[in-house]
């Protein structure tokens, strides 16, 4: 993640802000992958991990498909439990991280949540691994980590 974002020479964030574990795993001990990358990306860049978004209920997409429900229905379920904290209002250029991507139903809405709570904010996203991104991302140029690198950032409405 690192390495694409320096030669892009997008290094500039006030702070990377981690897509949060699901509650249950919380309470159970599974290993937060996406705020230990967070943790070690803030460390390269020097900046904030700031733990801004978190979710009010469990969720878990595997299960959520697995009974039949759809994507949209996810991403429905996902943002009405995705609680963004007022002082994200305090960082203009965040980077938001998860750890893997395959639908993009996650980051898509976490991104809409942030432009929700902090509508002026330039956002920006990457993942450690990326399976399938298509369905969110119309231009596949916007990709970070694409072969050749591309450059995925900013899935506000205006931009789509």
Known sequence: MYEVL?????????????????PDKQETGQLNRT??????????LRLTVADVLSLSGPISKRQFLSA???????????????????????YPHILL???????GSTLNS???RIRETHPHSQ????????????????????ILGHKPPMLFTDLSPQTR
């Open 35 to 44: 705020r230990i990358l967070a943790q070690a990306l803030a460390a390269l």
């Open 68 to 90: 039949g429900l759809t994507q949209s229905q996810f991403e429905h379920q996902y943002r009405q439990l995705l609680h963004v904290d007022a002082s994200i209002r305090r």
């Open 6 to 22: 320096r030669q892009h020479g997008t290094l500039h964030f006030d702070c990377i802000v981690p897509i949060p574990l699901s």
């Open 123 to 142: 956002l920006s996203a990457t993942t450690a691994g990326q399976m399938i991104l298509k369905s969110i991302v119309t231009n596949e140029r916007l």
């Open 97 to 103: 991280l998860d750890d893997v991507c395959t639908e």
């Open 110 to 112: 976490a991104l809409q």
